[in-house]
C-alpha cells in the first residue's frame, strides 16, 4: 500500500514553497496602507505550519479582506495537507474584522 501510494505522488506534480517564503511576508501583511490582499500560491505541501504563519500574519495586521487560493492538485502530498486544509485555515475565517476567501482547488472553507 505504501509503495503504491509514493508511485502516485510521483506522479503527480508537486510544488514546495518552502516556509521562509510564507515567514518573509510579514512585511508586506504589516504594510500599514494595506487593507485587502489576495495571495495566490501553487504548492502541494501547504500543511498545518504554514497556515500557522498566515493565520498569525492576518491576525496581526491591519487588513480587512484577506483571499487566499492554493492552486496545487486536489490531493495530499505528503501528510493529509488537502483534507485538513479548511481546519488548519479556520482561525483566519474567525477572524471577526476580517472578510476572508479561502480555497484550495474545490476545498471552500467556512466557519
Not at 514546495?16 to 485587502?36: E, P, W
Not at 501547504?46 to 483571499?67: D, M, N, W, Y
Request: a positive charge.
Amino acid at each position: 500500500m505504501l509503495i503504491i501510494d509514493h508511485e502516485k505522488r510521483k506522479k503527480k506534480s508537486s510544488y514546495d514553497i518552502d516556509i521562509a517564503v510564507y515567514k518573509s511576508l510579514s512585511k508586506l501583511f504589516n504594510s500599514t496602507n494595506l487593507k485587502n490582499i489576495i495571495l495566490t500560491v501553487k504548492d502541494s505541501t501547504f500543511g498545518p505550519e504554514k497556515a500557522a504563519i498566515l493565520c498569525q500574519l492576518v491576525a496581526c495586521s491591519r487588513i480587512t479582506h484577506f483571499t487566499f487560493l492554493n492552486t496545487a492538485g486536489n490531493w495530499n502530498f505528503l501528510n493529509r495537507e488537502y483534507s485538513s486544509f479548511c481546519k488548519n485555515m479556520r482561525p483566519i475565517k474567525r477572524i471577526p474584522r476580517v472578510m476572508s476567501d479561502i480555497k484550495w482547488g474545490s476545498e471552500i472553507c467556512f466557519l
